[in-house]
């Protein structure tokens, strides 16, 4: 029953990099919007990166320039490039389609911790 699965988080330093990945179907990549969310200690989720059906990104402000969304149709992946990391960047992260969210099912995420 689960519909996707995160791996590639980690601990790293700060100004370091990561790239997560998202295991999915490639049914539900082709049809609906993917987006990476992430969850900090004792914080409320919060949405990261999107990527629409035809490769259109968007960003929350504090990831600008430093964080890439992309997918891979064929592989059944989506991916997170994530660059300069910082301290307040530490959370699990979370794949999922708008499908995903309208059922309110979720993945177990990874964890990144940036810490020095």
């Known amino acids: 029953q689960v519909q996707r699965a995160e791996s590639g988080g980690g601990l790293v330093q700060p100004g370091g990099s990561l790239r997560l990945s998202c295991a999915s179907s490639?049914?539900?990549?082709?049809?609906?919007?993917m987006h990476w969310y992430r969850q900090a200690p004792g914080k409320d989720r919060e949405l990261v990166a999107s990527?629409?059906?035809?490769?259109?990104?968007s960003y929350r402000n504090s990831v600008k320039g430093r964080f890439t969304i992309s997918r891979d149709n064929a592989k059944s992946t989506v991916y997170l490039q994530m660059n300069s990391l910082k301290p307040e960047d530490t959370a699990v992260y979370y794949c999922?389609?708008?499908?995903?969210?309208?059922?309110?099912?979720w993945g177990q995420g990874t964890q990144v911790i940036v810490s020095s």
């Open positions: 990527i629409n059906t035809v490769g259109t990104t």
């Open positions: 999922n389609s708008d499908y995903g969210l309208a059922a309110k099912v």
């Open positions: 490639g049914d539900i990549l082709r049809r609906y919007n």
